[in-house]
Nanobody, 128 residues
Framework: VQLQASGGGLVQAGGSLRLSCAAS????????MAWFRQAPGKEREFVAA????????YYAGSVKGRFTISRDNAKNMMYLQMNSLKPEDTAVYYC??????????????????????WGQGTLVTVSS
């Protein structure tokens, strides 16, 4: 599957953005999906994940209650609605896909190496 992230931009603290991830291929619904982010000088970190059916979602503690992950398998799309943005949310955001069962453990779903497919990233900048 090929992934393409979009929707990043510059926003003031407290504002909102909606990221999108478009997937190619007819088997999108077989993949669990996730968003990761990487700030300058920092390692890539887990943001949120969603199972293939959309029935289970998971969030990093730093974004829980502010971000919402969702997907539309009919459109081969995944989304990340980001509200109440903070300057520390500034990063390049990547969408990723895995065939692994992310419900099995925390480590499976938050570890970048467990995701085989990656989009190119979209930059989110939150000004204070």
């Amino acid at each position: 599957v090929q992934l393409q992230a979009s929707g990043g931009g510059l926003v003031q603290a407290g504002g909102s953005l909606r990221l999108s991830c478009a997937a190619s291929g007819r088997t999108f619904s077989r993949y669990s999906m996730a968003w990761f982010r990487q700030a300058p000088g920092k390692e890539r970190e887990f943001v949120a994940a969603i199972t293939w059916s959309g029935g289970n979602t998971y969030y990093a503690g730093s974004v829980k209650g502010r971000f919402t992950i969702s997907r539309d398998n009919a459109k081969n799309m995944m989304y990340l609605q980001m509200n109440s943005l903070k300057p520390e949310d500034t990063a390049v955001y990547y969408c990723a896909a895995t065939e692994r069962t992310i419900t099995l453990s925390l480590l499976i779903r938050i570890t970048p190496n467990n995701y085989k497919y990656w989009g190119q990233g979209t930059l989110v900048t939150v000004s204070s």
